[in-house]
């Protein structure tokens, strides 16, 4: 182990019931709960600095959501099966950690079809008439200019914005008046403190148009374009940041590149990886308990259930290990590490076992108990109502399902001017407009499925073949990978899960079709087994599979990428968003001040806080 003073990240004090040292099976500088992609970028850079660490992953392989699968039996394809794009992940960090991954820029921004028509909007960013043309083809020939305008806006505010996410955050105070001075005071008006709607609705006329807009403030988010407490603007202005253009690329070979790329870095470097380690406790002074599994996981066949797919990933429970670090990172939900330092005080009989009962959401507030001093003691055997007492309140609620495809070919369209390698070059908008939009949102706020469901496609083969075999390429496959707003996690329980998923499917079928000149249906391939290829997943079942609380794709509520004017910059942790109530313990995940989406500025800003703590710069820094 490297020696090295303890680093300041915190003010509170250690655990009274820290376990004692002869109790600790090894010690390293740092230790990270957790070997999704944020884990694994904060290793490489904190074990290029020459600090000691251990990743201790539950799964039999790394990456968390960023992985690729071959999901359908006898299939010779790789999706990206929970992430698709990338546009926060910073050329710094490729660069500084020397990685071996290419981005493809998509042509084609985006189609939308116009319900009960045959005709779309095609933006096309290599062609602004043919865009134009497409505006006026619609009837919004008058939101062409407004619509171009709007975007360049966007991209003055990105450009001042994105080179300050892999530094120090910010006050608001600073960047706004950066900002201004550049020359956009009404762009940061409108977009950072009034409801993203207002603009919206103020500008731009055509109800398609506007729910193109609208779509980037809702991904993941279940919210509504007028919501006062602005969730849908930050998460607007997360996807029209990256790279200080906004664009969302490919990554070839799937996002199971990108997390290969990031392993090689992170054991290049020196750090260790565990895999089939399950994190069960968490001490506040850096004593990670966990369970190492007594013989690897047999992977699941492709195409198999749900059900079978994760009991295939518990690998059998092996002994109980301790790992004492100086510093512990939380690459885990925020939710999901209360619920590991409150088993750290209870008594070990009354601790989850390492594979936990199914989460019943309608029995959280119930399964936790606050004692006199305070802390949270856990009475449940469930992973997640487990988590603490601000999810008794209330938990992270993830809002959309994930749909695969494989298909034999792309579909006809009921727009003859456009062809399907355009319409599906980009993003493929169906029935996201306006109006739709909310109807959606109202009718699951009122605890039904929306019908029609709003959802957008990407076509990850189009730009890069490599995820499919030579026979599937010659062959004219295509995937299809589908993202659906507005399912809330409030709509799925465990008793309901397998009938919820057939019903999502159901409907994103149905939604899909309704703008298709043909079924979709007729386009998919088959697996070895005769079964059509499509894979379906709900909230419940992210929870599942990845331990994401609700199914929250960003870990919680994203939250601005700067600090308040009053908010407490004191230690390198709190000036990087990092911090948590202990001195130990970092975040370095999606539930981090600047996390979520595959960027990992989570894992970034969890080692640029470590080694400014400890005074260390990373070799060929100056």
């Known amino acids: 182990m490297n020696e090295h003073p303890e680093p300041a990240v915190g003010d509170a004090a250690a655990d009274a019931s820290a376990i004692a040292a002869d109790a600790v099976d090894a010690a390293v500088d740092v230790a990270i709960v957790g070997g999704g992609h944020n884990g694994l970028v904060a290793a490489a850079y904190l074990a290029r600095a020459g600090l000691a660490v251990t990743?201790?992953?539950?799964?039999?392989?790394?990456?968390?959501?960023?992985?690729?699968?071959?999901?359908?039996?006898?299939?010779?394809?790789r999706l990206s099966r929970y992430s698709y794009l990338v546009s926060l992940l910073p050329r710094r960090i490729i660069?500084?950690?020397?990685?071996?991954?290419?981005?493809?820029?998509?042509?084609?921004?985006?189609?939308?079809?116009?319900?009960?028509?045959?005709?779309?909007?095609?933006?096309?960013?290599?062609?602004?008439?043919?865009t134009t043309a497409s505006f006026a083809a619609i009837g919004a020939a008058r939101d062409a200019a407004l619509f171009l305008e709007f975007y360049d806006h966007c991209a003055a505010l990105a450009r001042e914005l994105w080179p300050t996410m892999t530094e120090p955050l910010r006050r608001r105070s600073e960047?706004?008046?950066?900002?201004?001075?550049?020359?956009?005071?009404?762009?940061?008006?409108?977009?950072?403190?009034?409801?993203?709607?207002?603009?919206?609705?103020?500008?731009?006329?055509?109800?398609?148009?506007?729910?193109?807009?609208?779509t980037d403030a809702l991904i993941g988010t279940f919210a509504r374009a007028h919501d006062a407490d602005l969730a849908q603007n930050i998460c607007f202005l997360y996807h029209l940041i990256g790279g200080g253009t906004g664009d969302w690329d490919v990554p070839v070979g799937g996002m199971g590149a990108v997390t290969a790329a990031l392993h090689t870095a992170a054991l290049d470097a020196g750090a260790?990886?565990?895999?089939?380690?399950?994190?069960?406790?968490?001490?506040?002074?850096?004593?990670?308990?966990?369970?190492?599994?007594?013989?690897?996981?047999?992977?699941?066949?492709?195409?198999?259930?749900?059900t079978a797919t994760l009991a295939a990933a518990a690998a059998p429970a092996g002994p109980t290990r301790t790992l004492r670090a100086t510093t512990v990172l939380a690459n885990?939900?925020?939710?999901?590490?209360?619920?590991?330092?409150?088993?750290?005080?209870?008594?070990?009989?009354?601790?989850?076992?390492?594979?936990?009962?199914?989460?019943?959401r309608s029995k959280g507030p119930e399964l936790l108990e606050r004692g006199a001093d305070g802390a949270v003691g856990v009475l449940s055997t469930d992973p997640i109502?487990?988590?603490?007492?601000?999810?008794?309140?209330?938990?992270p609620e993830g809002a959309q399902a994930k749909v695969n495809l494989l298909l034999s070919r792309l579909p006809r369209l009921r727009d003859e001017t456009v062809t399907p390698e355009a319409a599906f070059g980009g993003t493929f908008h169906i029935n996201e407009g306006y109006r739709q939009l909310d109807d959606a949102w109202l009718a699951a706020d009122g605890g039904a499925l929306p019908d029609p469901l709003p959802a957008e496609i990407y076509c990850h083969s189009l730009t890069d073949p490599s995820i499919l075999s030579p026979e599937l390429q010659a062959a004219g496959a295509q995937t299809l990978t589908v993202f659906a707003l507005?399912?809330?996690?409030?709509?799925?329980?465990?008793?309901?899960?397998?009938?919820?998923?057939?019903?999502?499917?159901?409907?994103?079928?149905?939604?899909l079709n309704s703008v298709l000149a043909e079924p979709i249906e007729d386009c998919l391939m088959l697996d070895a087994a005769g079964e059509p290829c499509i894979e379906t997943k709900t909230t419940l079942d992210l929870e599942h599979a990845l331990r994401i609380p609700g199914?929250?794709?960003?870990?919680?509520p994203l939250s601005w990428p700067w600090a308040d004017d009053d908010e407490p910059l004191d230690t390198p942790a709190e000036r990087w968003g990092v911090a948590t109530e202990h001195r130990r313990i970092l975040l370095c995940g999606s539930g981090s001040r600047r996390g979520g989406a595959v960027s990992g500025l989570g894992g970034h800003s969890a080692a640029m806080a470590v080694l400014e703590a400890l005074g260390l710069q990373l070799p060929g820094a100056e």
Request: cysteine-free; proline content about 8%; glycine content about 8%.
């Open 55 to 77: 990743v201790l992953e539950r799964l039999p392989e790394v990456g968390g959501a960023a992985v690729s699968a071959s999901p359908f039996e006898g299939v010779d394809a």
């Open 95 to 130: 660069d500084d950690l020397g990685l071996d991954i290419t981005l493809v820029r998509r042509r084609f921004s985006s189609y939308t079809p116009v319900p009960g028509s045959d005709r779309g909007l095609l933006v096309d960013t290599a062609d602004v008439e043919a």
């Open 175 to 214: 960047l706004r008046a950066q900002v201004v001075d550049a020359g956009a005071p009404h762009v940061w008006e409108a977009m950072v403190e009034h409801p993203i709607g207002e603009l919206i609705e103020a500008h731009i006329q055509n109800d398609t148009v506007r729910g193109v807009m609208l």
């Open 272 to 306: 260790t990886v565990v895999r089939n380690a399950e994190v069960t406790a968490l001490t506040p002074d850096g004593v990670v308990t966990y369970r190492a599994a007594a013989a690897p996981a047999a992977p699941a066949p492709a195409g198999a259930p749900a």
């Open 332 to 360: 885990v939900a925020p939710a999901v590490l209360t619920r590991l330092l409150a088993a750290a005080t209870t008594p070990t009989a009354q601790r989850s076992p390492a594979t936990p009962a199914p989460f019943d």
């Open 385 to 395: 109502a487990a988590a603490g007492a601000a999810w008794a309140e209330r938990g």
């Open 486 to 511: 507005h399912v809330p996690h409030r709509l799925v329980t465990e008793a309901t899960n397998d009938t919820f998923r057939a019903e999502v499917q159901a409907a994103v079928l149905a939604s």
């Open 551 to 556: 199914g929250n794709i960003f870990h919680g």
